[in-house]
């Protein structure tokens, strides 16, 4: 016998996904926590370039700091997942934040770039998951609702303005008050501002701790699914990388070192409009097709950004390239429900996170090597490199999106009959828990 509560079928918007209860306490906190995270590459490419006047070496510890992130991201998912976000998120910051402080002294102090980069290992590895934490939140309680593609669609506007303010702040502060002014304010504010987000406990997923002999807890990665869509972030990480480096060769070349954080803004700005712009369309199209579109857009959009030498010609394809991005990251982030299990979805969130910091990284560095030895247009090309490797790799490895994932194991209650059992399936969507019963 088969029962079930019908769900609202009404068209989701941010007024109503802002309205879910316990919403806020973690939205507000998680906010101000993940601010400093897109200030971190860009104050290390300005403090170090500023400290040795290499681009490349700039792009050596930045790189360093990415593939760092990249490799211990998932990891701090896992933990998350097994022993509860605040647990994880408050030695975190505090490691994250002590190891951005030593990084900007040995900076300032003219260390060895062996230096610097050893440095950078620890600044990478303690990067706080707030945004993967704060995904983690909105697929446990919207799980099976129409409000989480919406969900998905908020984060990424979160994400794309924290990538607005965090490259333009940390560039004022680092051109007008001090080179490491960027990189000290961005550990600061990640020390309070995670454990402030920490400290919202209440609406953290159970952690779902590891038994000893139990099979079921399998990482994240081991769905064909989601490394598919690791390659995909990771281009869209060379995007991010390729723009920061190339973007301020270009201004540094023009003569106005200032451009640079506007250039970006925009660039940033476009990700952010179309963000919003996903969130209140009610999409007739599968996923899986709107990802594919999306990059070839961002393709497309990418492989022309080398020929420019004008700055408002820049600004305008940058915020094409910008609106390009949305589609494919929100896209990609709302498909984590079908392809991975509940109790693996913030490692599968931060592997997510941590391939477009590795993208990132990479990109800052070869991007930092071409504009050295020949200029920004030459950096332009790594967007452009990147994007269409990847989309060569959605379009082969496709059926690997299907939406099959597995189920999370239901609870199973014993009733009074030694042989019967009742399956209690329990799903939040919107305010109401449908029941299912065999």
Sequence with gaps: MTSAVTTDTSRPGYGQLLRTPGA??????????????????????????????????????????????????????????????????????????????????????????WALALAAVPAGASVPQVGPMVRARWAAKLEGSPLLSTAAAWESVTDELTFVVGPVLATFLCTTVHPSAGLLTEAGLTLIGGLLFAAQRGTQPKP??????????????????????????????????????????????????????????IFAGGNMIAGIACGTIAWKIGPRRRLILGYVGLTAAA?????????????????????????????GYTMIEQLVPAAARTEAFTALTGAVAFGQAAAVTIAGQ???????????????????????????????????APKAPSRIINTSKPTASVRVNERVVGHRVPVTVD
């Design 24 to 113: 806020l306490s973690f939205l507000i906190p998680g906010f101000a926590a993940r601010q400093p995270f897109a200030m971190l590459t860009i104050g290390i490419v300005l403090l170090v370039q500023n400290t040795t006047g290499s681009f490349g070496d700039a792009g050596v510890v930045a790189t360093v700091t990415g593939i760092s992130m990249a490799l211990f991201a998932p990891q701090i998912g896992k933990l998350a997942d097994r022993r509860g976000q605040s647990a994880v998120l408050i030695p975190t910051v505090i490691v994250h934040a002590a190891s951005v402080v030593g990084l900007t002294l040995l900076a300032l102090a003219g260390a060895p770039l």
């Design 208 to 265: 779902v701790p590891r038994l000893a002999g139990d099979a079921k807890h399998v990482s994240a990665l081991s769905f064909p699914g989601l490394r598919v869509l690791i390659v995909a972030f990771v281009g869209i990480g060379a995007v991010f990388g390729g723009m920061l480096i190339s973007l301020a060769a270009f201004s540094d070349e023009i003569g106005n070192p200032g451009a640079n954080g506007l250039l970006y803004g």
């Design 303 to 331: 492989s022309v950004l080398w020929t420019v030498n004008s700055v408002f010609v820049l600004g305008a394809l940058g915020l094409v390239v910008g609106l390009c991005i949305a589609p494919a990251l929100i896209t």
């Design 370 to 404: 071409l504009t050295d030895a020949h200029g920004s247009s030459y950096g332009f090309l790594v967007p452009a490199v990147a994007t269409a490797l990847a989309l060569v790799t959605l379009l082969a490895l496709r059926s690997k999106l299907a939406a099959n």
